[in-house]
């Protein structure tokens, strides 16, 4: 199991962006798959993005390729989440999460471990 801590989240302009952390607690993060999901208000949780454990490998939402970049510090225990050409449709809760594998999983569901959430709000 590992404790999660996500920050920066906040209030931005459209176009603007954000940076998002994850803080892990342990000693084996380099094994975990990080991914991040965002949930708006009335809305199911969705996968965001993700990244392996090496950090060789990412994955993201059609919604968000091009946009968002998910990186990682092993050394820091660290996940990242840059946010760019923020649109108010990016409006939400931001969680990170880990599971231990090989491979970015989209479904919520094969995540085992979350953070509390970060709020980011996106102003027109």
């Known amino acids: 199991q590992v404790q999660l801590v996500e920050s920066g989240g906040g209030l931005v302009q459209a176009g603007g962006s954000l940076r998002l952390s994850c803080a892990a607690s342990?000693?084996?993060?380099?094994?975990?798959?990080m991914a991040w999901f965002r949930q708006a208000p009335g809305k199911e949780r969705e996968f965001v993005g993700g990244?392996?454990?090496?950090?060789?490998?990412?994955k993201y939402a059609d919604s968000v390729k091009g946009r968002f970049t998910s990186s990682r510090d092993n050394a820091k225990n660290t996940v990242y989440l840059q946010m760019s050409s923020l649109k108010p449709e990016d409006t939400a809760v931001y969680y990170c999460?880990?599971?231990?594998?090989?491979?970015?999983?989209?479904?919520?569901?094969?995540?085992?471990?979350w953070g509390q959430g970060t709020q980011v709000t996106v102003s027109s």
């Open positions: 999460a880990a599971r231990i594998g090989r491979l970015v999983r989209t479904n919520a569901r094969d995540y085992d471990d």
């Open positions: 990244i392996s454990g090496s950090g060789g490998s990412t």
């Open positions: 342990g000693r084996t993060f380099s094994s975990y798959i």
